[in-house]
T-cell receptor, first 113, second 113 residues
Framework: EAQVTQNPRYLITVTGKKLTVTCSQN?????MSWYRQDPGLGLRQIYY???????DKGDVPEGYKVSRKEKRNFPLILESPSPNQTSLYFC????????????FGPGTRLTVL | AQSVAQPEDQVNVAEGNPLTVKCTYS??????LFWYVQYPNRGLQFLLK??????LVKGSYGFEAEFNKSQTSFHLKKPSALVSDSALYFC???????????FGKGTMLLVSP
């Protein structure tokens, strides 16, 4: 089944404790992206990657890191999480091109205490 | 920058009645426009897209959208609403070069029995 998977689905952590949210897709998509969803703000892009070893900042990159060592994986790293990073996070992937729809993972709900 | 606006935070409709969820856009050049749906505790799912050609686009679950260039709108419609259509709906437009997908704030659709 074609899908985007994220782990963990839920995470409660404390300020400053490094964490990684994994994202993997099995559709051989070149493009991958991370979003955060907050009430009243919709979805905002954190980072995106057009291909392996190619990553770039989105609208809200501060406090996050990403890497794209393999085509299928695009982990999101929070080196020192803070409470304002409490949010619902989505990974997405698609073929290249503005006309292609994105496939979204199920989401990761992160709480930083 | 490309942008979309969803003027309604919430739309209420009775089951069996037609529904419309509004979206207006501001883009340079020819627009690519998308609708996504988010069911409770789920990731976003692609519904339909406009690339070019026929102004009436048909999508998943009986939804359709009408592209109107003169009114810069791309409203989502369904002839007969179901309770199971209750969800959060997002309109979206890609940036040129596909660096990002910009989402509207979302419209909550509530279909009452």
């Amino acid at each position: 089944e074609a899908q985007v998977t994220q782990n963990p689905r839920y995470l409660i952590t404390v300020t400053g404790k490094k964490l990684t949210v994994t994202c993997s897709q099995n559709m051989n998509h070149e493009y991958m992206s991370w979003y955060r969803q907050d009430p009243g703000l919709g979805l905002r892009q954190i980072y995106y990657s057009m291909n392996v070893e190619v990553t770039d900042k989105g609208d809200v990159p501060e406090g996050y890191k990403v890497s794209r060592k393999e085509k299928r994986n695009f982990p999101l790293i929070l080196e020192s999480p803070s409470p304002n990073q409490t949010s619902l996070y989505f990974c997405a992937s698609s073929l290249k091109g503005e006309y292609n729809e994105q496939f979204f993972g199920p989401g990761t709900r992160l709480t930083v205490l | 920058a490309q942008s979309v606006a969803q003027p309604e935070d919430q739309v209420n409709v009775a089951e069996g009645n037609p529904l419309t969820v509004k979206c207006t856009y501001s883009v340079s050049g020819n627009p690519y426009l998308f609708w996504y749906v988010q069911y409770p505790n789920r990731g976003l799912q692609f519904l339909l897209k406009y690339i070019t050609g026929d102004n009436l686009v048909k999508g998943s679950y009986g939804f359709e959208a009408e592209f109107n260039k003169s009114q810069t709108s791309f409203h989502l419609k369904k002839p007969s609403a179901l309770v199971s259509d209750s969800a959060l709906y997002f309109c979206a437009v890609p940036e040129e070069g596909y660096s990002t997908l910009t989402f509207g704030k979302g419209t909550m659709l509530l279909v009452s029995p």
